[in-house]
């Protein structure tokens, strides 16, 4: 293969590496909870995609439903979510994925939303964590987040105050939620900033493999080069 072939080569899998990489930052969707969405560290629901993540619609089956998610924060700085819903009086939590509790609120802290909760962008408890996967659960009112001992992970406040993890089960890890009465549930809409979804393995191992066959060519393209040099140099050796 010629050099302007090797190179044409070389650029277009450079720009299909660049795409798997950083074509999940063109698109912004919303996500349906499938079927219910578990609320066990064991039994979530992975928000899988690619992208922002801008909102979550789903639904509480009973009072007593809790729907816990993972999703990827990419800009903890500005991540902020809220839960609007016509018929409920939801709460919200945020988890890392050991199950160990971050943040909570049950009515908005600034007040426009009322009873609606509300995790407002640059709280000290997340905007300076690192970029990853983390747990989000949306739950009706009285649900608490506990620990294997039955304990409530998070401090028991002015429901619209933002909660910290100092509960006397807290920080966790997260168990179980307990708590509620029995009901009819309803739907609610989950609207986020700074959030993404959780790749999806395929399109992880595929940006991989595009990255290898780079690193790949360029190695052997060095190694002819080196050939190549020997080769001229042997021939240049006086007889």
Known sequence: ????????????????????????????TPYSEIGDAGQ???TLQPVVGSGSLTRIDGSFTSLTDVDLYAIRIGSPATFSVNVI????????????TSGNGIAGNDDDPVGPLGLMPVLPP???LYASLPAGRYLLGIAISTMEAQNAG?????DDVF???????IGPGGPGPLDNFAGGVAGPGGAYAANLVGAAFVPEPGSALLA??????LLAMGRRSARRRGLRAEASGRRELPA
């Open 150 to 154: 039955g304990l409530n992970i998070f």
């Open 122 to 124: 640059g709280n000290a």
């Open 208 to 213: 991989g493999f595009g990255l290898c066959m």
């Open 85 to 96: 819903s016509s018929d409920l009086d939801p709460q919200l939590y945020l988890f890392h």
């Open 1 to 28: 293969m010629g050099g302007a072939a090797r190179i044409g080569t070389f650029a277009a899998m450079a720009a299909m590496a660049g795409w798997l990489v950083t074509a999940s930052a063109s698109l912004a």
């Open 159 to 165: 429901f619209t105050q933002i909660r910290d993890p």
């Open 40 to 42: 066990t560290l064991a």
